[in-house]
């Protein structure tokens, strides 16, 4: 959808406009749960739909109707980390045995891979690897220094190759 | 890479649409019955909304644009309105200037999960939200009942 549709769209959603807020819902669902399906995992589901109900409730609070996504990003970040963190099905661990972007090692099934890691990690690595951001704008969104983010990743992917080539 | 994904079906959609409109109220239930014969019954708006609203008289398509409808609806009392609607399999959003409708249905064990949202457009819906969701539960069971033998 052309950026200045967009803009209208949420224009229109924030207004309060029903047909508008059910296209808006379908534009950024699959975003979501791209976001929320890594990092809350069995409960993926329950994430993105908790994510959604906070970007809708808190919709009118959006002053760049532009930067919708990047505005949902934050949210669904913080939403899928706090209902993976409650249903404690997670054993907390360091960011361990993860491949980087790019490595021959990514045909690996990444579910077993985060299956061991703490949603907060997970975040680290989704944010970094399937969305592309920098440290610095991952540690801006998850409120940790980008120097945290970038040693947790360097250490997992080194454990990562470690274990490979045993 | 195959990174998971979460989907979210109609039903979760839907609740997202009631959270996000003011006074909104969502009456949800499992009915004993396949998707296809519920959506079935909640898809024939014209024939079928009349019986399953008490407050709806009758409903008739005037424009058809794929996905898009456009329904003339009259209520009792001489209420009528005109509503923009979105209608595919196991989704449906009606609006007019001051009426918000919705239906949802997804497949839930040998069931169907089938949930309705009502809400109005009016000045001051938000500060009447709690007496405005208490209002519409009585609707939406009412209609879920309806549906419920409409699909036995």
Not at chain 1, 148 to 154: D, G, H, P, Q, Y
Not at chain 2, 44 to 55: A, G, I, K, V
Not at chain 2, 103 to 109: F, L, R
């Amino acid at each position: 959808m052309p950026e200045p549709d967009r803009t209208e769209l949420v224009c229109a959603a924030q207004r309060g406009d029903a047909i508008a807020m059910q296209e808006l819902l379908g534009l950024l669902t699959p975003y979501v749960g791209r976001l929320c399906g890594p990092i809350a995992l069995d409960d993926g589901a329950d994430a993105t739909q908790e994510a959604l109900i906070a970007i809708f409730r808190n919709l009118g609070q959006l002053t760049e109707p532009a930067a919708v996504f990047g505005w949902a990003r934050a949210i669904a970040v913080r939403e899928a980390v706090r209902v993976a963190r409650r249903s404690r099905r997670v054993v907390p661990a360091e960011l361990a045995d993860v491949p980087a972007a790019g490595d021959a090692e990514l045909s690996v099934d990444i579910r077993d891979v985060l299956d061991r890691l703490a949603p907060e990690h997970r975040a680290i690595l989704v944010l970094r690897d399937v969305e592309g951001l920098d440290e610095q704008t991952v540690g801006e969104l998850l409120k940790v220094p980008a120097g945290t983010v970038k040693s947790r990743l360097f250490r997992a992917r080194r454990s990562f190759r470690k274990e490979w080539d045993r | 890479m195959n990174w998971p994904v979460a989907d979210l079906d109609p039903v979760r959609r839907l609740r997202v649409l009631a959270a996000g409109l003011p006074g909104a109220f969502l009456a949800e239930s499992v009915l004993d019955a396949p998707f296809d014969r519920v959506w079935a019954v909640a898809a024939d708006l014209e024939h079928e909304l009349p019986l399953l609203l008490r407050n709806v008289r009758s409903l008739r398509i005037v424009q058809a644009d794929g996905e898009n409808l456009v329904a003339d609806i009259a209520g009792h009392f001489f209420l009528r309105d005109t509503f923009d609607v979105v209608l595919r399999p196991g989704w449906c959003v009606m609006q007019s200037a001051r009426v918000v409708g919705g239906m949802a249905a997804v497949t839930e064990g040998t069931g169907t999960r089938f949930a309705f949202l009502g809400a109005l457009r009016v000045p001051g819906t938000r500060p009447a939200a709690p007496v405005l969701r208490k209002v519409g539960q009585p609707v939406g069971r009412g209609l879920l009942g309806r549906l419920r033998d409409r699909v036995a």
